[in-house]
């Protein structure tokens, strides 16, 4: 009796690995997130210093006395002002909002990662840190 | 000094702690402050926003060279930020509080603390220790490339690093830095996190933490721009180069230069803090 011979399948080409959300390739999406943000954030500085540092040439340097800045470079609302008058520090001050915003969107990011991997605990553990975040970015006076 | 003067200076001065925090791992944050205050006269609280700003660009601009090696825990950061934000935040409420003096005699401590960690030699990593109920169940074990392949660790001690974290929070919200020292201490000793995957998941949460302080600090008007200016992009610029160059460099003798520096700047702030001199 010949052997049942199994039929041969004609030599497919080999398949790329089925993409999923993984945590090492949300991470290095991520990754690239935060390095374009804090770029974006350094060049907005640094255009605000070309500003600042041309009409402050000849003022002297004093931060011997503490005075706590002027409420145009305290609030979001008064540094887009400032930035609106063309001043060089509120460009300063809204390159460093972009700064501080810029880990509370990986945190916001990570949110939907863990949710794609419906992964419940995480994104209510993710939530609570972003709820801290915003409290402290809006909730401390910053928002007005 | 003039303003473009003081400007160039410090940028110069930032560029080179961040280089020199990067080379040794021992962060660039934990010296500006000192640096500012007792050589620039700066006011701590100006010199406590300038350094945290620049903390969360050196986490965040690291970030994306870290992550492709595949050491760092996205679940164990995440769990864990939720004790150090909210450290930070208490920080940063506490810092407008107590005065001047208290925040430098801190600072003092924190940075000989610095000195003698980045001295201690580390005791050898243990393997194949047993699953921790509740790390299982938190999902926070891995596994990271070794170099016999892959490598699986299981996370210890979860209350005791929550704790600690939420100290290393607080402190980070209180004085402007990073705080990585502590970070790893509650990873690598207490969790006992592998070491490589400690040092890069603590970068990432560097920043997070910092984020949740700087709000703070800026509506109370400690971030002045022309000081933060200079430090920020220094400090980014020295810490990018920094990460390039760190295979090649010779980081022993260098990390026994920095330890000195950290060591000198908290007697320094210690002296300055006890006779009211900040």
Same mark, same amino acid.
């Given at each position: 009796?010949?052997? %049942?011979?199994?039929?041969?399948?004609?030599?497919?080409?080999?398949?790329?690995?089925?993409?999923?959300?993984?945590?090492?390739?949300?991470?290095?999406?991520?990754?690239?997130?935060?390095?374009?943000?804090?770029?974006?954030?350094? @060049?907005?500085?640094?255009?605000?210093?070309?500003?600042?540092?041309? $009409?402050?040439?000849?003022?002297? @340097?004093?931060? $011997? %006395?503490?005075?706590?800045?002027?409420?145009?470079? $305290?609030?979001?609302?008064?540094?887009?002002?400032?930035?609106?008058?063309?001043?060089?520090?509120?460009? %300063?001050?809204?390159?460093?909002?972009?700064? %501080?915003?810029?880990?509370?969107?990986?945190?916001?990011?990570?949110?939907?990662?863990?949710?794609?991997?419906?992964? $419940?605990?995480?994104?209510?553990?993710?939530?609570?840190? *972003?709820?801290?975040? *915003?409290?402290? *970015?809006?909730?401390?006076?910053?928002?007005? | 000094?003039?303003?473009?003067?003081? !400007?160039?200076?410090?940028?110069?001065?930032?560029? &080179?702690?961040?280089?020199?925090?990067?080379?040794?791992?021992?962060?660039?944050?934990?010296?500006?402050?000192?640096?500012? !205050?007792?050589?620039?006269?700066?006011?701590?609280?100006?010199?406590?926003?300038?350094?945290?700003?620049? &903390?969360?660009?050196?986490?965040?601009?690291?970030?994306?060279?870290?992550?492709?090696?595949?050491?760092?825990?996205?679940?164990?950061?995440?769990?864990?930020?939720?004790? !150090?934000?909210?450290?930070?935040?208490?920080?940063?409420?506490?810092?407008?509080?107590?005065?001047?003096?208290?925040?430098?005699?801190?600072?003092?401590?924190?940075?000989?603390?610095?000195?003698?960690?980045?001295?201690?030699?580390?005791?050898?990593?243990?393997?194949?220790?047993?699953?921790?109920?509740?790390?299982?169940?938190?999902?926070?074990?891995?596994?990271?490339?070794?170099?016999?392949?892959?490598?699986?660790?299981?996370?210890?001690?979860?209350?005791?690093?929550?704790?600690?974290?939420?100290?290393?929070?607080?402190?980070?919200?209180?004085?402007?830095?990073?705080?990585?020292?502590?970070?790893?201490?509650?990873?690598?000793?207490?969790?006992?996190?592998?070491?490589?995957?400690?040092?890069?998941?603590?970068?990432?949460?560097?920043?997070? !933490?910092?984020?949740?302080?700087?709000?703070?600090?800026?509506?109370?008007? =400690?971030?002045?721009?022309?000081?933060?200016?200079? &430090?920020?992009?220094?400090?980014?610029?020295?810490?990018?180069?920094?990460?390039?160059?760190?295979?090649?460099?010779?980081?022993?003798?260098?990390?026994?230069?920095?330890? &000195?520096?950290?060591?000198?700047?908290?007697?320094?702030?210690? =002296?300055?803090?006890?006779?009211?001199?900040?």
């Amino acid at each position: 009796m010949p052997a %049942i011979q199994a039929p041969v399948r004609p030599p497919q080409p080999p398949q790329p690995p089925p993409q999923t959300w993984d945590d090492h390739r949300i991470e290095v999406i991520l990754g690239n997130l935060l390095r374009g943000g804090v770029l974006l954030s350094a @060049a907005i500085v640094l255009w605000g210093a070309c500003i600042y540092l041309s $009409r402050h040439a000849h003022e002297p @340097a004093d931060y $011997r %006395i503490f005075r706590g800045e002027p409420s145009e470079y $305290r609030t979001i609302h008064g540094v887009i002002e400032s930035v609106m008058n063309g001043r060089g520090r509120g460009l %300063i001050q809204l390159g460093l909002l972009f700064l %501080i915003a810029t880990p509370i969107a990986r945190v916001g990011f990570s949110i939907v990662g863990f949710a794609l991997e419906r992964d $419940r605990m995480y994104v209510i553990f993710t939530l609570i840190v *972003l709820a801290i975040l *915003l409290y402290s *970015l809006l909730g401390s006076g910053l928002g007005g | 000094m003039t303003i473009p003067e003081f !400007t160039a200076v410090v940028a110069i001065v930032s560029f &080179v702690a961040g280089l020199l925090g990067s080379l040794t791992g021992l962060g660039g944050g934990v010296v500006l402050v000192p640096l500012l !205050t007792i050589f620039f006269h700066v006011d701590i609280r100006y010199a406590i926003g300038a350094s945290l700003v620049s &903390v969360i660009a050196t986490s965040s601009g690291a970030a994306a060279s870290y992550v492709k090696e595949g050491f760092s825990n996205i679940r164990i950061g995440m769990f864990l930020e939720i004790a !150090t934000t909210f450290g930070a935040l208490l920080g940063a409420f506490l810092a407008t509080r107590i005065p001047t003096s208290a925040l430098a005699i801190i600072f003092g401590a924190v940075l000989l603390y610095s000195a003698y960690l980045s001295r201690k030699p580390r005791p050898p990593a243990q393997r194949n220790l047993p699953a921790d109920a509740l790390a299982t169940r938190l999902r926070l074990n891995g596994s990271f490339p070794d170099l016999g392949g892959e490598r699986s660790y299981n996370v210890q001690h979860v209350p005791t690093g929550f704790s600690l974290m939420f100290g290393a929070g607080a402190l980070s919200g209180l004085l402007g830095i990073g705080s990585g020292a502590v970070k790893v201490l509650a990873m690598d000793q207490a969790m006992r996190i592998p070491f490589k995957v400690s040092t890069t998941t603590s970068n990432f949460m560097i920043g997070v !933490t910092a984020a949740a302080s700087a709000g703070v600090y800026l509506s109370r008007g =400690y971030v002045d721009p022309g000081l933060s200016m200079p &430090v920020m992009l220094g400090v980014l610029g020295g810490s990018l180069l920094g990460s390039r160059i760190l295979v090649k460099a010779e980081t022993k003798s260098l990390r026994l230069v920095f330890s &000195v520096v950290i060591l000198v700047l908290g007697l320094q702030m210690l =002296y300055n803090g006890l006779w009211g001199k900040i």
